[in-house]
């Protein structure tokens, strides 16, 4: 068994199932008694979200709502990135999410070291938006896993770990 064993670390989400929990938000947001004469509208593009309303109160109850309908579609609340509000015309506020999609190289870095501190005989390398962990030993390779899940408050990206070979 002298082969290599490796897994990539990746961070993605399902796009569709974001549409879906957007579209649900949407529905919900216009048959809300607090809500209804808010005029409050949710943009979804592909790198962010744009979340316009009339005031702070509003603000946050729609952030409640989209919230709860991302965790009831199995996505990490890790994916919004949330900016600071802004005053748009008139008494409205807006707010955009930036959408978190794949491991930016500082993050990279941070988490190869964490792995290579921990578990000398493995090699992180970095390619790219992903992470490749190899090792001869798939036991060690799990083991990588569990102690990158038992930091996943630490990490400020929802993890996915893939291609296990």
Do not use: H
Not at 10 to 29: C, G, H, K, M, P
Not at 31 to 57: A, C, P, W
Not at 84 to 93: C, E, F, H, L, N
Not at 139 to 162: H, K, M, N, S, Y
């Amino acid at each position: 068994m002298a082969s290599e064993q490796s897994f990539d670390i990746v961070s993605d989400f399902d796009q569709q199932e974001l549409v879906n929990a957007v579209d649900q938000a949407q529905r919900e947001i216009q048959t809300r008694y607090d809500l209804k004469d808010t005029k409050t509208s949710l943009t979804l593009s592909k790198t962010e979200l744009v979340i316009e309303t009339d005031n702070e109160m509003s603000l946050s109850s729609v952030r409640d709502i989209l919230e709860t309908k991302v965790l009831r579609r199995k996505l990490s609340l890790k994916v919004l990135k949330y900016g600071a509000p802004q005053d748009v015309t008139g008494s409205r506020i807006r707010q955009v999410a930036t959408l978190q999609k794949g491991i930016n190289s500082d993050l990279a870095k941070k988490i190869a070291k964490q792995i290579r501190d921990q578990f000398p005989k493995i090699q992180p390398r970095i390619q790219g938006d992903t992470l490749r962990v190899a090792s001869k030993s798939r036991d060690e390779l799990q083991a990588v896993i569990a102690f990158l899940r038992e930091r996943e408050g630490e990490i400020e990206v929802p993890l996915q770990f893939t291609n296990f070979r």
